[in-house]
């Protein structure tokens, strides 16, 4: 099994201003927009950063669309930075709502969107009534994947709002690709003229009346799709509640891998209640006090119990079904007077339910059942244990500057390394298209997901000496997950090499072990360090949690750029040449 059957192509995120020059409705059901203007091609934004031509390689490319507030006068979007956006915060942002392209012609400089005609939102009202001429603000795309490789068939699952992406795939289809492509439409009208290659069987599927996101008719189709021979990749994308079982049913029964499973929730069902003024419209949030705003800050329980209820496998367990007490004890093991008063606690929090049978999960509690969710919060896990670690160690970090050393056990070291090695194939072959890389006979390679950087460097120059530099626990933890390349070695050492990788090892590190490790590096071949660096004017809630988990577990800290600069003159390296890779990221090279 090839380690991603996608390949994946990284951009720098842009933002760009085009005009409207096409409007048609494609069916009653689809309303396509066509936009062009001179910043599709590379200019520099007005604040001085480059922008780089707008680029669309792969069938389900997603970008967003940034619609002005209904509520507001004045609305404002992201800026561009290097290689990132600045998104702006507050009542005055423009509203986000993602898109597929569905058509892209660079030597035209047209790129269409379709739009789903029908329900209330603000960008159907958008694409409804905007004019030929007018102005919209785009982010996006920063990324591309192209055709499974190494799969033998397709299975291909949509709603209506995949149907963009489907289209377009139909019409870039390799040629002699096998696939089975099922997509669920509101009315037989609504069906569209799509190219159907050669080994591909489309079947359209009609709801006939019902509701969006109410039924199982896709999931009943593919169920009863004819199992080929071979590898399968499975791309199913559509209302995020529907979706589950879906992918329940590829990974449990089907015995699929995740690298076969390309699962995407495009919208997501929900109570809407529009605005007296304007029916197409969602009424505007409503703002919340300063003293309600800090009570939800200043909650702790919500978090611990959401924890508890994936320890016990509330989403999988639930699903979309109705459970009485005892059934759930049954199935969890727990006291029911116990599951009675945590689920009443859900309840209020609008995460469980009571009805006349037992309690069901609401919408949001539903929320349970995805697996990147379970392995969050499940309090067993890395991550939930590294958390409460942090939280736990920062009132004396923060009073004495006394750090704890979190210690993992080997199945927490096999759970990170796994979860570093999956973030990291997103960036590692932009980094390895890089020209430093081009000459080097030898390189070892130290820090976050290590083993998708030597993957993605080896897969582009094969004949390249790799030594992966990790603990004995991690060496464990990537040598269980698939055979390396014998050009591919692992040691807990550093060896004679051209060059030195080393990927964001210093966050987790106090400065005194910063530096230690860059001269350590530097003994051994030329360095590299590449790492995304704190820009506290553009940085989120997020990021500066990152910071205070560093510095209560390690004394580490998420550094600035003058903040690594100080640590690179202190080993010796002195100040870097820069240059931002991916999605800001940056590769900071020493002179050798």
Known sequence: MAKN?????????????????????????????????????????????PVAEFRSDGFDDEFKVLIDRPDSKESVGPTQLDGVLNWPRGEGAKLIRTYTVRRWDPEAGELDVDFVNHGVGPATSWARNVKVGETVQIAGPKSSSTHPENADWVLVGADETALPAVGRWLEEWPQGARGQVFIEVEEES????????????????????????????????????????????????????????????????????????????????????????????????????????????????????????????????????????????????????????????????????????????????????????????????????????????????????????????????????????????????????????????????????????????????????????????EIHAITSQEELPASITLNTNFDEVDAVLVIEALNNRSDFESVALLKEAATHGRVYYFARALNPSTAHDHDFEDDLSYFALNGGSYRSVEDLDKLFKESGLGIPQRRTIGWGATLHEFEA
Do not use: C
């Not at 842009?14 to 927009?33: E, H, K, N, S």
């Open 5 to 49: 059957l996608r390949p994946l192509e990284i951009f720098p995120i842009t933002t760009r201003f085009l005009q409207v020059i096409r409007t048609a409705d494609v069916t009653p059901g689809m309303r396509r927009i066509t936009l062009g203007g001179e910043q599709l091609k590379a200019h520099t934004a007005d604040n001085g950063y």
């Open 190 to 473: 609504h069906r569209q003229d799509l190219v159907v290659p050669e080994g591909v069987e489309l079947t359209w599927l009609v709801r006939r009346g019902a509701e969006a996101g109410t039924t199982t008719l896709l999931f009943d189709a593919l169920k009863a799709a004819e199992w080929w021979e071979g590898t399968v990749f499975s791309w199913v994308a559509g209302e995020a509640g529907t979706l589950t079982p879906i992918r329940r049913w590829l990974r449990n029964e089907k015995k699929l891998d995740k690298d076969q499973i390309e699962v995407t929730g495009y919208w997501k069902k929900q109570k809407v209640t529009v605005t007296a003024e304007n029916p197409e419209l969602p009424d505007p949030t409503v703002h919340e006090d300063v003293r309600e705003v800090f009570h939800e800050l200043a909650e702790i329980m919500p978090g611990f119990a959401l924890r508890v209820a994936a320890t016990l496998d509330f989403g999988p367990i639930f699903g979309a079904s109705e459970l009485t007490l005892e059934e759930l004890a049954n199935q969890t093991g727990a006291t029911q007077v116990g599951l009675f008063k945590l689920l009443r606690y859900l309840k209020s929090i609008d995460v469980a339910e009571q009805i006349d049978t037992g309690w069901k999960l609401t919408e949001l509690g539903r929320e349970l059942d995805n697996d990147y969710v379970i392995e969050d919060l499940h309090l067993d896990g890395y991550f939930a244990q590294r958390e409460l670690a942090a939280i736990s160690a920062l009132l004396g970090a923060v009073k004495e500057g006394t750090p704890i050393a979190f210690e993992e056990t080997q199945a927490h070291t096999d759970q990170r390394v796994e979860a570093e090695t999956e973030f990291a194939g997103y960036v590692s072959g932009a980094l390895a298209a890089d020209s430093s890389f081009t000459d080097l006979k030898s390189i070892a390679i130290f820090g976050r997901g290590a083993k998708a950087f030597a993957s993605a460097i080896h897969d582009k120059y094969p004949d390249t000496k790799i030594r992966i530099v990790a603990s004995q626990a």
